[in-house]
């Protein structure tokens, strides 16, 4: 019974997750994902919204095999729901705001303001999600949505540097930057050049497709060695945060368990960055 309920957690997040990625294509006007064509391309605009907004609450009828009791059940309903609404203000930001226009100082807040609603709202639910149904206290949830939280972060910022290096998905490479959306190596070029140096950033930017004034602009400023260690920094972050605050309430923990989730951290990192 333990397992179903595990595996029905699981598949309620990645569900979710799927659904958003639907969305975010249609959003962007993408033409691919994971290799393939995107699914509005696929099976038409109409289709594939439906398809995406019912992956959005498909999770919700999951959750009543998934929870153990009525109480459990409404409290995953409600961090659900308040994940869900995280995600669309991130994802509201990501529409409203071209970050081209942004000054050079408010670039880097807004860019963690996305990846944590987003990114992070869902991780921290998932996190979250987990850890209710192998029956943890209820003082520990918060601190490992936080843990969900941070751990999202660090994995957009990957995700972020995977796009613009074009390790993951090779058809999508820039997408973020020529659509002048929240991206984490667009902080780090606001954050590691001055004033003159990011006006030419943005002026190589704006001849995208035409790469070869931004593959030269990022390479005199380590703009991709910046991105990658400050990534690197917030995953280690993460860890030693959740650490700190198991320590601090007096918590037991597996130390296999940590250790397993931050060899999952290396994996990530070593995928996208």
């Known amino acids: 019974v333990t397992e179903r309920r595990c595996c029905l957690a699981a598949e309620a997040i990645e569900f979710i997750h799927a659904g958003s990625l639907?969305?975010?294509d249609i959003e962007d006007g993408s033409a691919m994902?994971?290799?393939?064509?995107?699914?509005h391309l696929r099976y038409s605009m109409p289709i594939a919204l439906n398809a995406g907004n019912w992956l959005y609450f498909w999770p919700f009828d999951l959750f009543k095999e998934v929870a153990a009791t009525q109480d459990q059940l409404l409290h995953i309903y409600e961090s659900c729901h308040r994940t869900l609404l995280r995600a669309h203000f991130g994802?509201?930001?990501d529409l409203?705001?071209?970050?081209?226009?942004?000054?050079q100082e408010q670039v880097t807040e807004l860019c963690m303001a996305s990846m944590r609603l987003k990114t992070g709202a869902l991780m921290g639910f998932a996190a979250l999600l987990g850890a209710a149904v192998a029956g943890t206290s209820n003082a520990l949830l918060p601190i490992l949505d936080g843990f969900g939280r941070d751990l999202g972060v660090a994995l957009q910022m990957f995700d972020d540097l995977g796009n613009v290096i074009g390790k993951c998905e090779p058809a999508k490479r820039y997408e973020d930057l020529m659509l002048s959306r929240p991206s984490w190596v667009w902080a780090s070029a606001a954050r590691n050049s001055t004033a003159v140096d990011y006006e030419k950033f943005l002026t190589a930017v704006r001849r995208l497709p035409d790469n070869a004034e931004l593959e030269t602009w990022l390479s005199q400023h380590d703009i991709i060695l910046h991105t990658r260690q400050s990534a690197r920094r917030y995953l280690d972050f993460a860890f030693d945060t959740l650490e700190e605050r198991l320590i601090a309430v007096g918590a037991h923990w597996s130390s296999r368990a940590?250790?397993?989730?931050?060899?999952?951290g290396e994996r990530i990192s070593i995928a996208y960055g």
């Open 96 to 103: 409203g705001t071209k970050i081209s226009c942004l000054n």
């Open 22 to 24: 639907i969305v975010d």
């Open 91 to 93: 994802q509201a930001i």
């Open 33 to 39: 994902r994971r290799g393939q064509p995107a699914l």
């Open 258 to 264: 940590l250790d397993e989730m931050r060899d999952l």
